[in-house]
């Protein structure tokens, strides 16, 4: 846990009992249902260790952390019915790494160009239980 990492923070409140928006944990990655749900079913898997860049993983974490990935958006793809799921891996804002999982109804900009993505408040956290809840009968 790297200090002051909100990332870290994030799943220290987890391993404590207090999140309520994971979904599931994996071997490398903890799924959750993001705050923003703009875009139905946004969910993010976030590595459990500090590491900011994909390459920087050794090889078996690597494809562990892909394979997870892969099951998350399996289920995200399932239990939301997009018509095209966006994926993206940055890191700029919080240097820790994580995976956004937006799923898309309709064909338009990427999502960061959508200024009520940009714009929306959090989804209350009823409904974020609700939404990890679903999610999780797909994995
Ligand atoms: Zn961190």
Same mark, same amino acid.
């Given at each position: 846990m790297?200090k002051?990492c909100a990332?870290?923070?994030r799943?220290?409140?987890w391993?404590q009992?207090?999140?309520?928006d994971?979904?599931?944990?994996f071997?490398?990655?903890?799924l959750?249902?993001? $705050?923003n749900q703009?875009?139905?079913?946004?969910?993010?898997?976030?590595?459990?260790?500090?590491?900011?860049?994909?390459?920087?993983?050794?090889p078996?974490?690597?494809r562990e952390?892909f394979?997870e990935l $892969?099951r998350?958006?399996d289920a995200?793809?399932?239990?939301?019915?997009p018509?095209?799921?966006?994926y993206?891996c940055?890191?700029?804002a919080? #240097?820790? $790494?994580?995976?956004?999982?937006i #799923?898309?109804?309709?064909?338009?900009?990427?999502?960061?160009?959508v200024?009520?993505?940009?714009e929306a408040?959090p989804?209350?956290e009823?409904?974020?239980t609700?939404l990890?809840?679903?999610l999780?009968?797909? $994995?």
């Amino acid at each position: 846990m790297k200090k002051g990492c909100a990332i870290c923070e994030r799943l220290a409140l987890w391993r404590q009992g207090s999140n309520t928006d994971v979904v599931r944990e994996f071997n490398q990655s903890v799924l959750v249902i993001g $705050m923003n749900q703009h875009f139905r079913g946004y969910a993010l898997l976030l590595l459990k260790r500090h590491v900011r860049e994909p390459h920087q993983l050794p090889p078996k974490a690597r494809r562990e952390l892909f394979e997870e990935l $892969m099951r998350s958006a399996d289920a995200v793809w399932r239990c939301f019915k997009p018509w095209k799921l966006n994926y993206a891996c940055y890191g700029n804002a919080v #240097p820790h $790494m994580h995976w956004h999982i937006i #799923p898309r109804k309709v064909k338009g900009p990427p999502p960061w160009l959508v200024r009520e993505f940009r714009e929306a408040k959090p989804a209350s956290e009823a409904h974020r239980t609700r939404l990890a809840r679903r999610l999780r009968r797909f $994995m």
